[in-house]
């Protein structure tokens, strides 16, 4: 992930796009400008998460040509940064906030693939291999994403080995994520135990201390939930309830509080 250390901001069909630009900024004014209450990442340098993320941390003649080819945008919620079956024209690379990845069957069933978090890089395979891209993203919440074109990417990983290497290691590990989600979907024994698998898998992805008591924020309605586990909106409303019968979790609002996390680890064990 990349930001231009000297940016401006401008607006291009309702979305604001942050642009590099040789004219100075003051961090304070960038701030007050930021679109829909988010705080800019300016650079990579000074990026809070840059440990954690594909390319924050190349050398530095590698993160300097990356910014060099690198837009950045931020979209509201709601907004669609790509669509399945579009040409895939580059790739996107999360700042801040989450994506919904889903794909559609012809008869309109929808099964959402994955919640992009920061950090992840969105379109990659369709950019490499030149193909539609496989799924559409869609923005959960405001967030913050930078595109690189896939001419201008292509060109970057044959002249930074080290980025192309990570890329190679990013798809290997986006085959294996699908492997285990379509076990996980295939394989479980009923929608109790797919729910349950879902909300553990959600919580470890927020890391918290109390093992016992989390509480989780979920953006997801339960339509989305439902798309992600393979069930009906209905059926994961009833677990919802089921398991705060059962003192398993409790609900409040868009949060959710795990109350007895090995009542849910022994519904995944146990089926």
């Known amino acids: ?21 040789k004219a100075r900024i003051m961090r ?74 889903s794909t559609s069957s012809a008869d309109g069933k929808t099964l959402i693939l994955k919640v992009a978090e920061p950090g992840d890089i969105l379109g990659l395979p369709s950019t490499i291999s030149g193909k539609p891209y496989e799924a559409s993203g869609d923005v959960l919440e405001s967030c913050q994403a930078n595109f690189i074109s896939r001419a201008d990417f292509l060109l970057y990983l044959r002249e930074y080995g080290e980025a192309a290497v990570r890329v190679a290691q990013e798809l290997s590990e986006k085959y294996q994520a699908a492997l285990n989600e379509l076990k996980n979907i295939g394989l479980s024994h009923s929608a109790s135990e797919k729910l349950a698998r879902f909300l553990l898998d959600w919580a470890a992805r927020q890391k918290q201390n109390d093992k016992d008591h989390m509480k989780v924020t979920l953006t997801l309605t339960h339509e989305e939930i439902a798309q992600m586990i393979g069930a009906s909106r209905e059926t994961v409303t009833r677990l919802f309830a089921d398991f705060k019968k059962k003192k398993f979790l409790d609900v409040k609002g868009s949060s959710f509080i795990i109350k007895d996390r090995s009542g849910l680890e022994h519904l995944v064990e146990g089926s």
């Not at 992930?1 to 309702?14: F, N, P, V, W």
Request: glycine share 10%.
């Open 28 to 101: 304070g004014e960038a701030d007050m400008r930021a679109p829909y209450g988010l705080e800019i990442i300016e650079n990579c340098i000074s990026c809070p998460y840059k440990q954690d993320r594909l390319f924050c941390n190349l050398p530095p003649e590698a993160v300097k040509r990356l910014d060099e080819i690198t837009t950045s945008a931020t979209y509201p919620k709601g907004a669609t940064l790509f669509v399945q079956g579009q040409a895939g024209r580059g790739v996107f690379i999360l700042c801040t906030g989450h994506v919904k990845l």
């Open 1 to 21: 992930m990349t930001c231009g250390a000297k940016m401006e901001i401008d607006t291009i069909r309702g979305f604001q796009v942050v642009v590099n630009t």
